[in-house]
């Protein structure tokens, strides 16, 4: 697997640290729940956004 070096605010690492900690979990897997659950929102707006515009181009073009 490979690593990342991020930085962010000591607050906000002692917050994931809380949340890690209070769900028996470690950083690492937090982190990357956190962005797989960000990248699967992503790209269902993206699908509905398509959807969308492409039922107002049927509209249009029908």
Not at 23 to 31: F, M, Q, W
Not at 40 to 58: F, P, V
């Amino acid at each position: 697997m490979a690593r990342v070096l991020i930085s962010m605010p000591e607050g906000f690492l002692d917050k994931i640290d809380q949340v890690a900690d209070s769900e028996s979990r470690t950083r690492s897997e937090l982190i990357r729940e956190a962005l797989r659950t960000y990248i699967n929102r992503s790209q269902t707006r993206r699908n509905g956004l398509a959807d969308k515009n492409a039922k107002i181009l049927e509209a249009l073009l029908g």
